[in-house]
Each structure stands twice: as C-alpha cells, then as structure tokens.
C-alpha cells in the first residue's frame, strides 16, 4: 500500500487517541531500523521521540526479534495461572536490577495497568483508601490511572475513581522560578496532615515526570518524600513507565536519589515496545502480605510469555551493549547541544535533561519569560516548528510550548548532531517569525 492509501484505510476504520478526529494527520510507517523509521515511499525520519519514550534499544534489534520468534514457536501462550521459564527468569532478573528488596513481579499489558494494580496493592496491604497524587503527572489512559494523572488528559474523564488526592508538583520551567526541595514537602506534609495520614495508602508519582515537562525533582525532594512517607506508614509508589531501563542514565531513576520506593512500575523500554508488557515490582514485605491473602487482581495477558522472553532479550541487549552508560555519555553531549541552542536562539527559554530524556521550552521573549504557546494549547510559531521537523524528518513530540529530545539509547554522535542540526534550523525558522535576531 502507498502512505496515502494506509493513511486513509486507518482514518476511515480506526480511532487515534487524545485527538479530535478530523484533525489526525499521522505519518504512514512501513519500517523501521535503529534510529530510523520510514514511509512506503521511502521518506526517513530520525525517531528522536524513541516512539513514544519507548524504544530504548532502536528499531529491529535482531536478537530481540529472534527472542521473539523462539519464544512463539515453543509456547505462545499460558494463562497467568500457570509457571513458564520465561515467566519465572524475568521476575529473577529483574530482582538484580530493582533497587533495594523488591523482588516480587506483577506482569501487566503496559504501564497503564501497572499503576491501576500498584494503587489496588497498596489498598489492600494498608486497608486504607486514600491515594496521593501531583499535578503535572500522567500515569496512563485507563480509570484509575486517569484519575492519578494531574494534566489535562484527565479532564474529560472526571470525576473518576474515589480517593484520590491531588498534591502540588515541585516545578522548574519558564513560566515560573523552582520550587524548594523544602518548600515542596512543607507542602506535602501539611496535606497529609489535613487528610488524616491513617487514612492514606500511598503516593505515586513519576520519579522523572515525563510528559509534562522532563522534570527532575530538586535535590532532597524524593529522600525528604521518603522519609515522610516511612512516618505516616504511607506506600511510596514511583512510576518509572518511561524513566526506566537506562533513559535517565541509570537502570531506574531512583538510582540517581538512593531510595527505595515500596513499589515500582515499569513498561516501555522493559521490552523495548516491541510487544506489550507492564510490571510492578514490589518489596517482599507487601509480597508477604499475600501469602495468606488473596491479591484481588488478575489479567487474561499478565505474564505472557511473549512479552517475558521479549523483556529478557531486551534487557540482554542493555547489558551486552552497554546501553545504560552510553545513555549518561550521549546524554553529556545533548546537554551541550541543548546549551547551543539556547545560547544561539532567543526563543529557547529552557531546557532540562537527564540522560537521553531531554525537553526544550519556548519563550516569545526571555525578559517576561512568556511561553511560546498556551497552557494545554498551541501556537503559530509552535505549528511552524511542528511542521518544520516534519518536513525535515525529524520525529518528537511538539506539545504545547515544548518539544522533547528524547532518542533511543543506541543513537550515535553524527545522528545526534544531525538531529540537532535540524532542530538549529526550525528554532531560526520560529525566532524569524517572533522578529528575533539569531546569534552565531
């Protein structure tokens, strides 16, 4: 089929999600390979998205594919109720790598389902109801996970599932200065306070919140939630769905903070998307508690083998390739990247990274620090640059006054300067039509 005829056979019998139909313009995909995807026609782009903070490893590794392949021969399928090797060697891997005791695995179908069972988890261990949650969040698109999310996207589904609180989200942008490590948890303790900590079960949140701004908590925050936490008897939950596996340069994010959270979520880049597959990873004291207790959870696809044998192939890759510490040296080189842009246009306000998870924020003027587009909204200058990037092939998200600089991990220096001589482009292009002189 030509990109033109999947485009349309796609409109016409599918639904595109967060989006008002009519305007959906998607990019027809026929393959994919390391950095790269392209259309029927040919046309490439470089996935400086990773997809959608996903495919940590590049497209078509083969032997993530041949994992997949062997797998599907010997055994398909086994419904959750039933032992598989591949089943019982992830959740032993995957104990190496969690931080701290968690050792105990509850396989979903994505990141999603993860933190709809971690919040259930955390209700049935503490017998209480109330669950934590910041603004500036998304922790995925199903009831309960909507519900956690502090943006937007939740609007629309409200008023949602009983129970939960939302907190303030400690924040660094162009629209206002950064908040205090201290500031912050004064903030959170004292609605802890006014809520009644006996009846909170836990607090989630993204460890590096990710779709609404790249936004690293400041230096205490984390250790001073913990302790607050630790004190109240309240389950900290991390959502590590797209800060996992290597995208800050560490296996998790929590290993930049040395804590240890009570339960873990993942997704994404633990089989690199290339098929389905959610965890929570818990400590063994909540496993315990299900010894004699019944987990009330379950899933027609939790544990499929597939997706087992996929996340251990992939994970094999991370390790053979060095993938983690490639993703904190590449990363030292799109921060200075990012430093360039920002020295050379006056419309990038900020930006912010850690490893290979990276975001610019646009200004129209750096004295007022005024964002380049509304709150939840778009602007000219920003449909400019959107279309600019697909122009040159160049794929990321453009969502509201940001853009993100988020490649896989196996990306090279000469395709990280490629990508960003493109972006140098489109920020002259925005710049020019804000009236901004463009330094050297």
């Known amino acids: 089929m030509t990109g033109e005829e ?47 903070m996903c495919t940590n490893i590049g497209h078509g590794h083969p032997k993530v594919i041949e994992a997949i392949r062997v797998q ?21 891997k995957l104990a190496e790598l969690c931080p701290g005791d968690i050792d105990v695995f509850f396989f979903t179908n994505g ?49 949602g599932i009983p129970g939960v609180v939302r907190v303030p989200h400690p924040y660094h942008g162009v629209q206002r200065g950064s908040d205090t490590a201290s500031e912050a948890l004064a903030q959170l303790d004292e609605i802890i306070m006014l809520e009644g900590p006996h009846t909170i079960a836990a607090f989630i949140l993204e460890t590096v919140t990710g779709t609404n701004g790249v936004l690293p908590p400041p230096p205490g925050y984390l250790e001073g939630v913990r302790a607050l936490c630790d004190r109240h008897g309240i389950l900290l939950i991390c959502d590590e769905v797209m800060s996992g596996f290597g995208r800050t340069g560490k296996w998790f994010a929590v290993d930049h903070y040395g804590v240890v959270p009570d339960i873990i979520t993942m997704a994404k880049g ?8 959610g965890a929570l990873g818990m400590r063994r004291a909540l496993a315990d508690h299900f010894q004699q207790k019944v987990f009330y959870g379950g899933l027609t696809y939790n544990s499929h083998p597939l997706g087992c044998a996929t996340a251990l192939a992939t994970i094999q890759v991370y390790e053979d390739e060095g993938l983690i510490d490639r993703a904190r040296v590449m990363g030292e080189l799109m921060r200075s990247l990012h430093e360039e842009m920002q020295a050379k246009h006056p419309c990038v306000g900020e930006f912010r ?58 990306i090279t220096e000469a395709e990280m300067r490629e990508a960003f001589a493109i972006i140098d482009r489109g920020l002259t292009k925005v710049d020019a039509a804000l009236g901004h002189h463009v330094g050297a």
Request: net charge positive.
């Open 6 to 52: 999947i485009v349309a056979l796609n409109k016409q019998h599918t639904l595109y999600e967060w989006s008002a139909q009519s305007h959906v313009d998607p990019i027809p995909v026929a393959g994919a390979k390391g950095v790269h995807f392209w259309t029927p026609e040919g046309k490439r782009y470089i996935d400086f998205n990773s997809q959608l």
């Open 72 to 92: 599907a021969e010997q055994l398909a399928y086994a419904n959750p109720f039933m032992a598989t090797e591949a089943r019982g060697r992830l959740g032993a």
């Open 111 to 159: 990141g999603a389902e993860a933190n709809e069972n971690a919040i259930r988890l955390a209700r049935l261990v503490t017998g209480r109801h109330k669950i934590l949650a910041r603004y500036r969040s998304y922790h995925g698109g199903t009831a309960g996970s909507l519900t956690l999310t502090g943006d937007p996207r939740r609007w629309a589904s409200e008023p």
């Open 270 to 277: 633990l089989t690199s998307a290339y098929v389905p597959l």
């Open 353 to 410: 990274s850690i490893g290979l998870f990276g975001i610019v924020e646009l200004v129209r003027d750096r004295a007022t620090r005024e964002a380049l587009a509304p709150f939840n909204g778009t602007s000219p200058e920003m449909q400019i640059l959107a279309k600019h990037f697909r122009e040159e092939g160049l794929y990321t998200f453009v969502r509201w006054n940001n853009f993100f600089t988020n490649p896989p991990l196996v």
